[in-house]
């Protein structure tokens, strides 16, 4: 079994930051590569970033590419996504996976242990 515990969530105004953690234990962490993905009210989940298991290999939706910033530190086994110039439309639960596979991937079915979720609220 693997647990995944997302917190950093928040309520933010927009043009601020936000650092979410994800801490994981059950399995080899630093085998894995790990994503982010968030659900607005009414829409479906979407990839929001990804990065491999070393951290060398990252990936990132068009929507969050130059603010967010995803990176892992294995020693400690947690990953981050650094969130800079938010917006309101980055609202939405933001959930942190474990992928299958070592390199990471924007399709969510390849993740196979997901955490509870965070709210992340942007107001203008």
């Known amino acids: 079994q693997v647990q995944l515990v997302e917190s950093g969530g928040g309520l933010v105004q927009a043009g601020g930051s936000l650092r979410l953690s994800c801490a994981a234990s059950?399995?080899?962490?630093?085998?894995?590569?790990m994503g982010w993905f968030r659900q607005a009210p009414g829409k479906e989940r979407e990839f929001v970033a990804a990065?491999?298991?070393?951290?060398?290999?990252?990936y990132y939706a068009d929507s969050v590419k130059g603010r967010f910033t995803i990176s892992r530190t294995n020693a400690k086994n947690t990953v981050y996504l650094q969130m800079n110039s938010l917006k309101p439309e980055d609202t939405a639960v933001y959930y942190c996976?474990?992928?299958?596979?070592?390199?990471?991937?924007?399709?969510?079915?390849?993740?196979?242990?997901w955490g509870q979720g965070t709210q992340v609220t942007v107001f203008s």
């Open positions: 990065i491999s298991w070393s951290g060398g290999i990252t």
């Open positions: 996976a474990a992928d299958k596979h070592p390199y990471g991937s924007r399709q969510d079915h390849t993740y196979d242990y």
């Open positions: 059950g399995r080899t962490f630093s085998n894995v590569a």
